[in-house]
């Protein structure tokens, strides 16, 4: 069964990372410092300027070319420069130790929740928080529900959340968890202010 996601908010956009895997790992790599929606549609950006999304293209590609091409209006993000690394990084990653297949990542071995999101957390670009998320992105939206995921997921795996794009289904939810994560990030404010008027 394939997902229907709407992550991107934009059906050609969604239909990529709902049918290629490696869309939808370079999306999550993306959404940082930019809205959710628009670093989720950047692979398809990518795939349109060079004919498609292949690891084995992509890490390959001359890093200034690749650099370019993600710079090209509308950019695929608004530091395309560092961010056109990361995703070659990525995908060098993902063909050096899977062969080019994304969905090893989730797949091989049949790992559990903990080890899928060891193997997250070893790529490069994904840290913690990052990894976290995208565990319960498949667990939640892409039917890769190996044991423990939940768990390992972290608060990103809790049902009825609205706390990360893992929780994003259509518009009403995208923006419930935009107004969660300003809500976070003005209490973080507000810790570190009261700290600094403590010391």
Request: proline share 6%; hydrophobic share 40%.
């Amino acid at each position: 069964m394939t997902a229907k996601l709407c992550l991107a908010q934009d059906p050609e956009a969604d239909e990529l990372l709902s049918v290629d895997p490696f869309a939808l790992l370079t999306g999550m790599l993306l959404d940082q410092q930019i809205p959710m929606e628009v670093a989720f549609a950047g692979p398809k950006k990518i795939a349109d300027r060079m004919g498609g999304l292949d690891p084995h293209e992509i890490a390959g590609r001359d890093p200034e070319e690749f650099a370019a091409l993600c710079a090209e209006r509308p950019a695929v993000h608004r530091f395309p420069g560092s961010m056109a690394g990361r995703v070659q990084a990525l995908a060098r990653a993902i063909v050096d130790q899977y062969g080019g297949d994304t969905a090893a990542l989730w797949t091989a071995g049949e790992p559990d929740g903990a080890q899928v999101y060891k193997r997250l957390k070893a790529l490069p670009g994904f840290g913690e928080q990052k990894a976290r998320i995208f565990v319960a992105l498949l667990g939640k939206q892409y039917g890769v529900t190996p044991p423990g995921w939940r768990e390992a997921a972290g608060a990103y795996g809790g049902a009825d959340t609205r706390l990360s794009i893992a929780d994003v289904v259509d518009a009403a939810s995208l923006q419930e968890v935009r107004s969660t994560k300003k809500a976070q990030k003005q209490a973080a404010k507000q810790a570190r202010e009261s700290g600094k008027a403590a010391t």
